[in-house]
Nanobody
Framework: QVQLVESGGGLVQPGGSMSLSCAASGSIFSDYVMGWYRQTPGKRRELVATKGATTKYAESVKGRFTISRDNAKNTAILQMNSLKPEDTAVYYC??????????????WGQGTQVTVSS
């Protein structure tokens, strides 16, 4: 099993910055992708940023958000700058693990609220 613990989130003014952290523990192999998704009421969960062998960003956050990883600590950080009200959502950490001779395993964090408002 794998556990994801998220930290960060809260209220920030438009134009401000915030950092989200996700620490993974448990049965983690070296081949994995960590990322952040977000969801607002009535909408599907959407990709924000992922980092594995390659790094991907949603078009709406390119140039403003940066995802980084500390592989020694199995941690992913999402640095969010120039935040906009439309970035308001519940942000979820996700890890996708590739294990030898097994299907890909996906785990989600519990989610953390980010509210961008004056």
């Amino acid at each position: 099993q794998v556990q994801l613990v998220e930290s960060g989130g809260g209220l920030v003014q438009p134009g401000g910055s915030m950092s989200l952290s996700c620490a993974a523990s448990g049965s983690i192999f070296s081949d994995y992708v960590m990322g952040w998704y977000r969801q607002t009421p009535g909408k599907r969960r959407e990709l924000v940023a992922t980092k594995g062998a390659t790094t991907k960003y949603a078009e709406s956050v390119k140039g403003r958000f940066t995802i980084s990883r500390d592989n020694a600590k199995n941690t992913a950080i999402l640095q969010m700058n120039s935040l906009k009200p439309e970035d308001t959502a519940v942000y979820y950490c996700r890890i996708e693990i590739v294990r030898p001779h097994a299907p890909i395993s996906v785990y989600w964090g519990q989610g953390t609220q980010v509210t961008v408002s004056s």
